[in-house]
């Protein structure tokens, strides 16, 4: 008797308790596909503030050649301070993107140009791969690790080619073909 009412007890504590949010798997996939678009649109109109928007409060950016930047105000301002220097494009090619429960992944690669707002100055361009991981939050969809690595830099600049002349050989070796 005593297993029965612990059974019935347990059955009605659970049945109690709030269930689960039904989620949409297609809604889902299509609110995370639409954080990309809003982060090329944002990051295309160099606009810090809207890409950082897309990011949870706690986010983590790790990117090649810059410091790890951590927590939304620091991603944005990060993204500031290179849209002061650089006017940039991005182009991402998602390769896999998915959705379990209230986590998201997006991977792909991405075709970058920065041109220098200084006078003359000729665009850099760079191809990486990228891999975000999304959580859903009460607001929505929010990115809270974003990593991208350069897979084809910019080519170096050349090298100014090295002064060659015709001139006498130095004068150590001009005496010693004297003697």
Do not use: H
């Amino acid at each position: 008797m005593k297993n029965i009412v612990i059974l019935a007890s347990t059955l009605a504590v659970l049945g109690c308790s709030p269930t689960q949010p039904k989620t949409d798997p297609k809604a889902d996939q299509d609110a995370v596909e639409k954080i990309r678009d809003t982060f090329t649109d944002a990051f295309n109109a160099n606009d810090a503030a809207k890409v950082g928007s897309i990011y949870s409060e706690n986010a983590v950016m790790m990117n090649n050649g810059q410091s790890t930047a951590t927590g939304r105000a620091a991603i944005t301002e990060s993204n500031k301070m290179m849209f002061d220097q650089f006017k940039a494009k991005i182009s991402l090619k998602p390769r896999s993107t998915k959705v379990s429960g209230d986590l998201a992944f997006d991977e792909g690669t991405y075709s970058m140009e920065m041109t220098p707002k200084s006078a003359g100055a000729k665009p850099i361009t760079d191809e990486g791969r990228y891999l975000v991981v999304l959580q859903r939050e009460a607001e929505g969809w929010k990115v809270i690790e974003d990593i991208g690595n350069v897979t084809k830099g910019a080519a170096p600049a050349p090298e100014a080619p090295k002064k060659t002349s015709a001139a006498k050989p130095p004068a150590s070796k001009a005496k010693a073909k004297g003697k």
